[in-house]
C-alpha cells in the first residue's frame, strides 16, 4: 500500500506561483513513475505532467509546457510540481499518483495506469 499527501495549494494571483509537494510512504519510492494530474469544476480530471522513477523522463501536457516543471527527490520520498505563470484556467485540484508500471510515453498520460492517489490540494488562480 501506498500513501499520498498532496500539499502547496493555495490561492494566488494571475502569474504568480506555487510548488506543490507530494510526499509518499509505503514502498521503495524510486520504484514507481509519478505524476500530477487536475480536476476543474464541471470538468474531467486531466493529465498534468509525470516524471520516471529516476527523474530522467518527465512529460507535460500542452496546457503547461513551459510554465511548469515536474521534478522528485528520492531521499525524501517526495514529488514536487514547481508552477509558474500561473492563470485563471489553472484553477483546479490537483492530484499526485503513483504508477508501478515501466515508463512507456504513450500511455503514460492515462489515468488508468496509477495505482494510488492523493487527497488532493487546492490551487486557485485569481484575474
Known amino acids: 500500500q501506498v500513501q499520498l499527501v498532496e500539499s502547496g495549494g493555495g490561492l494566488v494571483q494571475a502569474g504568480g506561483s506555487l510548488r506543490l509537494s507530494c510526499a509518499a510512504s509505503g514502498r521503495t519510492f524510486s520504484d514507481y513513475v509519478m505524476g500530477w494530474f487536475r480536476q476543474a469544476p464541471g470538468k474531467e480530471r486531466e493529465f498534468v505532467a509525470a516524471?520516471?522513477?529516476?527523474?530522467?523522463?518527465?512529460d507535460y501536457a500542452d496546457s503547461v509546457k513551459g510554465r511548469f516543471t515536474i521534478s522528485r527527490d528520492n531521499a525524501k520520498n517526495t514529488v514536487f510540481l514547481q508552477m509558474n505563470s500561473l492563470k485563471p484556467e489553472d484553477t483546479a485540484v490537483y492530484y499526485c499518483?503513483?504508477?508501478?508500471?515501466?515508463?512507456?510515453?504513450?500511455?503514460?498520460?492515462?489515468?488508468?495506469?496509477?495505482?494510488?492517489w492523493g487527497q488532493g490540494t487546492q490551487v486557485t488562480v485569481s484575474s
Open positions: 516524471i520516471s522513477g529516476s527523474g530522467g523522463n518527465t
Open positions: 499518483a503513483a504508477d508501478f508500471g515501466f515508463w512507456v510515453i504513450t500511455t503514460i498520460r492515462r489515468m488508468g495506469r496509477y495505482d494510488y
